[in-house]
């Protein structure tokens, strides 16, 4: 049994996925677009607003971050998501991986917890990314 994130970018999935792949080296596994559903299961604003073109939102994607797998789409097309209630938690090997990997996250984003250490990690902080992602990035304590 495995448990993975499907997120919803409401609009914006090529632009997160894109914004992963410079920060965390995310790995595109699978990604298509709305036009590219079967025509019958093609319907004009389908899984959007009705104001705007779907042909090239994203349906359904999925990609890599390390050893996990994340789904995303671009949901109702909203274009502006709404994460709440969860955060996504990166694991990183040291103190300086840490410290960068959390300013490429902040980049555009929100800061809710600077890096520091604590009596469970070398390294802790929290940030909202510029997609409201909520983003947990701690070294561990050596053994």
């Known amino acids: 049994m495995q448990v993975q994130p499907y997120l919803y970018f409401e609009g914006r ?9 410079k920060t965390l080296g ?3 596994e699978m990604m ?9 299961a093609q319907t004009p604003g389908q899984g959007c607003r009705g104001d ?7 349906l359904h994607a999925s ?6 797998s994340v789904m995303a789409s671009d949901g109702m097309c909203s274009g ?26 902040a980049d555009g984003g929100e ?5 520091d250490k604590t009596f469970f990690a070398s390294s802790f902080g929290m940030v909202k990314d510029r997609f409201g992602v909520l983003w947990i990035v701690i070294a561990p304590l050596p053994m």
Do not use: H
């Open 13 to 21: 999935t090529e632009e997160a996925i894109a914004f992963y792949q």
């Open 111 to 115: 800061v809710q917890m600077p890096v």
């Open 26 to 28: 995310a790995q595109v």
């Open 63 to 68: 990609f890599r971050i390390g050893d996990t």
């Open 32 to 40: 298509m677009r709305m036009n590219e559903a079967p025509p019958e």
């Open 80 to 105: 502006k998501a709404d994460f709440q209630g969860f955060s996504l938690t990166l694991t990183v090997a040291d103190d300086a991986e840490a410290a960068q990997k959390f300013a490429l996250l």
């Open 52 to 58: 705007i073109d779907t042909s090239d939102k994203i």
